[in-house]
């Protein structure tokens, strides 16, 4: 089995961060790194500009993690709350997957692709959870999710549409009895 070198563009997994040369099978540079532009051949005749490309690489690094940074101390006192149906036991019809989450943190205005979502296995019952997520390389957070009743009002947290229309519905009920 032959190995290669290549030049990372991306951060892989089990692999290296982006800017290494690492010695990869032949295959695996061939049929995953290279088609996915995840990754250039590190051959003798391009050794300069690769050299040159992985500077800007560091360069770009720095920045993102700074600015992943700057967003983990946005994201840190945010909290996802989710409405699911759910039975008698808390065990939730359904669950909240990363792709859940992902969606709610791209309604709140923060762009975070799904796979940067640590989660485990998707969330299948109620309850607070702490879910790690992968801003950058070297910068993870905990973030807050709770997963509530839909549908269930506890008594005394009505909501101010909710106290309104259990007023106007008491308010008929008296104008019937009165009529009758």
Known sequence: MGHTKVLLREDVDDLGARGEIVR????????????????????????????QEREALLKKEAKERATA?????????????????????????????????????KERGYEID????????PLKRLGEYAVPVRLHREVTI???VKVV?????????????????LARQAAANEEETASE
Request: proline share 3%.
């Open 24 to 51: 990869v099978r032949a295959g695996y540079a061939r049929n995953y790194l290279l088609p996915r532009k995840l990754a250039v051949e590190a051959t003798t005749g391009n050794v300069k500009g690769i050299e």
């Open 69 to 105: 940074e700057s967003q983990s101390q946005q994201m840190g006192s945010l909290v996802l709350e989710f409405k699911r149906k759910a039975g008698e036991q808390g065990a939730l019809y359904g669950s909240v997957t990363s792709m859940d989450l992902a969606e709610a943190l």
């Open 114 to 121: 799904r796979h940067r979502i640590h989660l485990r296995e």
């Open 142 to 144: 905990d973030l807050q």
């Open 149 to 165: 009743p839909e549908g269930e009002v506890i008594v005394g947290h009505l909501s101010p549409e909710q106290e309104a229309e």
